[in-house]
């Protein structure tokens, strides 16, 4: 169901497009070719704008639909991002054949899972989630603890996004 002033405002525009884009290829087909270039420039951008307009009516009255929060896809993208830095470090923490790595590698990994935590624009239940999960790894002593952090991590990772 849309509501009345979401269309409106979607024809509003749609008119708008399509009477700026018949404009633009008319005064640019008179620039480039004179008078029948003008035409047909005009006839081919207004219904293409017009074509464009009407392929992305469904998702503008997404966009107004009351309740329908919209994503926020640089909050997700970071809390992907603190979920690999982080899974990352641990895997540079705990490897798997012992002393596999050295401490300048690992530290070559806990600098970016420090940094891509403390982001501004990550979410305060991911924030809350990766210091826990990176408290764990630095410990080092148990490994059941650390994997448990980071799955929590994963988690609250997944719960964040709002299309599943």
Known sequence: MTSPPAARIHLMTTFFLVTCGALGGACFGLLLGGRVAAVVAAGAAGPGAGTGAFLSRRQVMAFFQPGIVPVDGYAEGIA???????????????????????????????????????????????????????????????????????????????EHRRIR
């Open 80 to 158: 992907d991002a603190v979920l690999v830095d982080i899974a990352t470090y641990q895997a540079a923490a705990f490897p798997l054949p012992p002393g596999g790595l050295t401490e300048e590698e690992r530290d070559a990994r806990r600098t970016p899972a420090y940094r891509v935590a403390a982001v501004d624009g990550l979410p305060s239940a991911v924030r809350v989630s990766a210091v826990d999960a990176l408290n764990a790894v630095d410990q080092g002593r148990d490994t059941d603890h650390a994997q448990a952090a980071i799955d929590a991590l994963f988690l609250t990772v997944y």
